[in-house]
């Protein structure tokens, strides 16, 4: 009997690929684990063999800082507000964008536009719209609210963070729309056509069909919000620069290397990718088995 040959040729493809990633990934991530357990700062910087195992040190610091812990929190609820807002908008502007209308390549255009605009364009865009002295303030006075139009939102805990998560669903709601689509683009006509004959009205049809078949629509969105969410930095550092209460931990890790405490922020780096990798695994897991059960 013949041993099966095995040809490494098509495999050797992607050794490239996985060097790459595993120099610019895998490597980074286990160092920063390990430096995560130490206590290297400004003071050991260039001196490797003052560096020392610290344990828990970090992590207890961190948990036991209320500022960390605010970030923390406000990570999280960025990150499924957000997640929320973009997947049932997305949705929405998809099924609206899928019916047979004359403009409907340039609405879609129109709505993904703002996904690829620099993050630092929307940021002085918003911080112009909402200043004291902004658009949006001018428009609350002519229309009589003048009590409200005198709210700094960007300055205000109570608005800010608020108005930073509007700037990241206007911004990104449009990539969720393009997944959408896709998916709706897939779904077989002839469905719903089997529907019709039924006596199936719009709502049967949507909750029936359309739903079912976005399953993996909405697992690929989801999942890319999520962790688009968890990542959160450039828009609260060019919006507030983490002040009225909208730290976040990147903004936290951020400051903490730019003090030179690298253990510390090596430990707040392995908090967030653990945060990202439980939450996901959680929602992908539930989804997939949603999929599987629809």
Not at 7 to 15: A, C, H, T
Not at 110 to 137: D, K, Q, R
Not at 249 to 256: D, G, L, P, S
Request: glycine content about 6%.
């Amino acid at each position: 009997m013949k041993s099966k040959k095995v040809d490494f040729y098509p495999k050797s493809f992607i050794v490239p690929a996985i060097a790459i990633y595993g120099v610019f990934f895998i490597l980074p991530t286990l160092v920063g684990f390990g430096f995560s357990f130490t206590n290297w700062n400004s003071d050991n910087l260039t001196n490797w063999f003052a560096i020392k195992y610290n344990g828990i040190d970090n992590f207890k610091y961190l948990f036991e800082n209320e500022n960390f812990n605010l970030a923390l929190y406000n990570t999280v609820f960025f990150a499924l507000v957000t997640t929320f807002l973009k997947t049932v908008i997305g949705l929405l502007l998809a099924l609206g964008l899928n019916q047979p209308l004359a403009t409907k390549s340039l609405l879609r255009g129109v709505f993904y536009v703002p996904n690829i605009i620099s993050i630092i364009v929307i940021g002085l865009l918003f911080s112009s719209i909402f200043s004291m002295t902004g658009m949006f303030n001018q428009l609350l006075e002519s229309i009589g609210l003048s009590r409200l139009a005198e709210t700094n939102w960007l300055g205000d805990p109570d608005t800010a963070f608020g108005t930073v998560i509007a700037m990241e669903v206007w911004k990104a709601s449009g990539f969720s729309m393009i997944i959408f689509l896709a998916g709706l683009q897939g779904i077989p006509r002839e469905l719903y056509e089997a529907a019709t004959i039924d006596g199936a009205d719009g709502l049967k049809k949507f909750r029936n069909i359309t739903l079912p078949m976005l399953a993996p629509a909405f697992t690929i969105a989801i999942t890319i919000a999520l962790i688009s969410g968890f990542k959160v930095f450039d828009q609260v550092y060019v919006l507030t620069n983490g002040h009225s209460d909208t730290e976040v931990i990147n903004t936290f890790i951020f400051r903490a290397f730019s003090a030179e405490q690298y253990g510390r922020a090596s430990a707040m780096n392995m908090i967030l990718f653990l945060c990202i990798a439980i939450v996901n695994l959680l929602v992908i897991t539930f989804l997939r088995k949603k999929e599987v059960e629809l």
